[in-house]
């Protein structure tokens, strides 16, 4: 690969032998001085594909040894896989892939993963061990541009957001988690503590057989599943069914990962056939001047375009959002001078580098 993408510094552009494309990439783990942490990562072949995976983050505190890492957490493992393959099927220029044919890819990276780490295929299904990654990819043939995607990561045309989906599971814990927060800091709690238990509430469940976290108590929780229940944002997540509602409530983040497809997440984890997620849109080479492909650790999507930009949107949104339990409601927010999550961003454009 002709140059590689920094995590700081100055936008990198690379001209290809066959046609030009400029690009910028960026890319910063949750923690900016542990990179090695970073559980996103950027597939870059010039003149033949780009990719942005995102993998998920650990609930589970394991961590492995692979060739592809050490001390490496499964999310981080299964990026580096798939990033991997795509590499190779990118290396081939010209190649218009079919969109299952990524997620096959990715699917055998991971599972390939499994098998070195010495997993068993009914561990890897169980959930304990499971490796979770989405991605969002970008190749063309020289007449057309595909853009496949899996999971929550987002892709932009021209500043135009495409093949969005809604994950329920998501907005209706980050409500939980919004309302836990508020309860615990209403009653005197600091930031810290009122972060923990609420993050532990939805890793864990609401279900009555979870004990609570500190600080809240069973008539809390029965205060919490009301509250979300009325929420315009969650309810609307579910499309108003509050039997679904209670059952992502019950499962929390542990329950999903067990059963991804009960809960509309799958994503490529070396088990689960993706086929009904993968999303993917054809486009000819004339009609687009600029692609973004980013994962979620941006909170919000500025009005502008270019790295700037969503550097700009994401410092907005920590200024008056920190913890993510306002405006920017996630399942994770802020701790003091991590980011809430990793995020990448690679921004493609057409015509010469300069």
Not at 98 to 114: F, K, M, N, S
Not at 137 to 147: C, F, N, V
Not at 156 to 169: C, H, K, N, Q, T
Not at 205 to 213: F, V
Request: glycine share 10%; hydrophobic share 45%; net charge negative.
């Amino acid at each position: 690969m002709a140059g590689a993408l920094r995590s700081r510094g100055a936008p990198h552009r690379v001209e290809s032998s066959t046609r030009v494309n400029a690009f910028e990439g960026f890319t910063e783990a949750k923690n900016p001085g542990l990179p090695q942490t970073n559980e996103d990562q950027i597939v870059v072949v010039p003149g033949a594909g780009f990719a942005v995976i995102d993998g998920a983050t650990d609930i589970t505190g394991k961590r492995f040894d692979d060739r592809l890492g050490a001390g490496a957490t499964g999310g981080r493992l299964a990026a580096m896989a798939i990033a991997e393959a795509f590499r190779a099927l990118f290396s081939v220029p010209a190649t218009l892939h079919a969109p299952g044919d990524l997620a096959a890819a990715a699917t055998r990276a991971v599972a390939a993963l499994y098998d070195r780490l010495g997993l068993s295929a009914l561990t890897a299904a169980s959930g304990d061990h499971r490796f979770r990654a989405g991605f969002v990819a970008a190749y063309s043939d020289g007449e057309t541009l595909r853009l496949v995607k899996v999971g929550d990561c987002g892709i932009r045309i021209d500043g135009r957001e495409i093949l969005s989906a809604v994950f329920p599971g998501d907005v209706v814990l980050s409500a939980a988690r919004a309302h836990a927060f508020a309860i615990l800091k209403d009653r005197g709690a600091d930031a810290a503590t009122a972060r923990t238990a609420a993050r532990s509430l939805i890793v864990n469940g609401l279900a009555a057989r979870t004990t609570p976290p500190e600080g809240l108590s069973a008539a809390d929780i029965a205060y919490i599943r009301a509250l979300v229940g009325s929420d315009a944002e969650a309810s609307a997540a579910v499309l108003g069914d509050q039997h679904r509602l209670t059952t992502i409530l019950d499962a929390g983040l542990s329950g999903i990962r067990h059963d991804p497809a009960a809960y509309n997440a799958l994503v490529i984890d070396g088990v689960d056939d993706v086929t009904p997620v993968i999303r993917s849109l054809d486009v000819p080479q004339s009609d687009w001047s600029l692609i973004e492909l980013h994962s979620d650790g941006y909170p919000v999507a500025p009005s502008a375009t270019g790295i700037a930009a969503w550097e700009e949107a994401l410092a907005e949104a920590d200024r008056v959002d920190p913890e993510r339990v306002g405006p920017h409601r996630s399942t994770k927010g802020r701790i003091g001078g991590n980011f809430g999550d990793d995020r990448s961003i690679v921004v493609i454009s057409k015509g010469r580098g300069r």
